[in-house]
């Protein structure tokens, strides 16, 4: 299943505004990674998204360098909460570790 080719690939794209996406697991069938959500803004944008799921992968896009010399940086985050009402139990981290 390519869930999150399209958005991998726009968020890779220099010519696209997509800057990040966010997978959210569906802990209750162990198997659907669905997307929760998608932006153009900055990592502040993605981290506020990224706070309020109860667990997921996370692709992002970070432009770094001075004026004269602009790079695009790439992050994959496995989120994982440890604490608050999105603590996941012990049994579905162990499955996010291994999902493919």
Known sequence: DNVGQEHY?????????????????DYASKKA????GSGSGDINEFFDHV??????????RVET????????????????PES???KLPIMVKGNMSVHK
């Open 9 to 25: 690939d726009a968020i890779r794209s220099d010519s696209n505004d997509e800057k990040w996406a966010f997978f959210a697991y």
């Open 33 to 36: 990674i669905d997307l929760s």
């Open 51 to 60: 706070k309020e799921q109860k667990g997921g992968f996370g692709f992002c």
């Open 65 to 80: 360098g001075d004026e004269e010399s602009r790079r695009a940086k790439f992050f994959l985050l496995a989120w994982v």
């Open 84 to 86: 608050g009402a999105n």
